[in-house]
């Protein structure tokens, strides 16, 4: 089956300064790649996504890009604030499988003022 | 946007003692929802595929017989932790797929989970 791999573990900046977080999937056939947001104790929060047919997506101050050769998927976020400390996972489905997701171990994003 | 509603949001049960959680999705048709578990400080851990109208489909490791799925209606999963021991404690969360505006999922709100 699928296995997402996702690095760091633990993250942290200043304020201001930008943020990738790196990730990898085993499983090629998978076509769908979500990056949540949670905070403690609440449901994830999907903030970008991106399909398999694209590689680079970009919404204000985050982006997503896809190698689907390298089968590795990153999450950049830009003049980061306070406010985006959280825990990231990102996710991959694979194709055919409806909403099914694996997600990776997810990363602790500390953003210092 | 789609919402999925989960209940309850926490709840303690004695050991021995069984717990249904439910997740509804309340402004559209969910053919298939998802079950996950996710420890203190872990990620999200897929527990089982709820099916409308067949049985549900567990991951490797899972329990069937502990986790009891019931996809009763396009609207409704349940899921009954059954003769529940501490190490059950955990946050359980749902989701579902609508269908009809692509590929978004959307998350229940989670179901805090203490055995004592």
């Known amino acids: 089956g699928e296995n997402v791999e996702q690095h760091p573990s633990t993250l942290s900046v200043q304020e201001g300064d930008s943020a990738v977080i790196k990730c990898t999937y085993s499983d090629s056939a998978s076509n769908y790649f979500p990056w949540y947001k949670q905070e403690l104790g609440k449901r994830p929060q999907l903030i970008i996504d991106i399909r398999s047919n694209v590689g680079e997506k970009k919404d204000q101050r985050i982006a997503v890009t896809l190698n689907k050769t390298a089968k590795h998927f990153s999450l950049h976020i830009t003049e980061t604030q306070p406010e985006d400390s959280a825990v990231y996972f990102c996710a991959a489905r694979l194709y055919n499988q409806g909403g099914k997701l694996i997600f990776g171990q997810g990363t602790e994003l500390s953003v210092k003022p | 946007g789609a919402v999925v509603s989960q209940h309850p949001s926490w709840v303690i049960c004695k050991s021995g003692t069984s717990v249904k959680i439910e997740c509804r999705s309340l402004?559209?048709?969910?053919?298939?929802m998802f079950w996950y578990r996710q420890f203190p400080k872990q990620s999200l851990m897929l527990m089982a595929t709820?099916?409308?109208?067949?049985?549900?489909?567990?991951e490797q490791g899972v329990e069937k017989d502990k986790f009891l799925i019931n996809h009763a209606s396009l609207t409704l999963s349940t899921l009954t932790v059954t003769s529940a021991h501490p190490e059950d404690s955990s946050f359980y969360i749902c989701?579902?797929?609508?269908?009809?505006?692509?590929?978004?999922?959307?998350f229940g709100e989670g179901s805090w989970l203490t055995v004592v």
């Open positions: 402004d559209f048709q969910a053919t298939t």
């Open positions: 709820s099916n409308e109208g067949s049985k549900a489909t567990y």
């Open positions: 989701s579902a797929r609508d269908r009809i505006s692509g590929n978004t999922i959307y």
